[in-house]
């Protein structure tokens, strides 16, 4: 699967990604090889695989998962004590959906 320039330059733009042409050039190709080994591992069957919950080792449900500890909570105050920019006891930020 192909991607094009334009398309790249779209995503950046949503991100707000400033791109050189160098850097649009490379992620076309970049990305287009990938989404053509993704195609390659779409073909192959896996109609006889067993989904799997945990990938890395057979283990029971929580083995990788710790005991719950009830904990104080943070607060408004101390949650929002680094923030750039807050009021209202919310972290302010820059509106990003409407250019």
Do not use: C, W
């Not at 192959?44 to 998962?65: F, K, N, R």
């Amino acid at each position: 699967m192909k991607i094009s320039e334009q398309e790249v330059r779209y995503v950046a733009g949503l991100a707000h990604l400033r791109l050189t042409e160098e850097e649009i050039r490379r992620f076309t190709r970049d990305l287009s090889e990938i989404l053509t080994h993704i195609d390659k591992l779409n073909e192959l069957d896996t109609s006889g695989v067993e989904p799997m919950a945990q990938v890395i080792y057979d283990a029971g449900a929580t083995a990788t998962l710790r005991e719950d500890q009830e904990r104080p909570v943070l607060g408004a105050e101390t949650a929002l004590a680094n923030a750039p920019l807050a009021g209202a006891g919310y972290f302010k930020v820059p509106r990003v959906i409407e250019r």
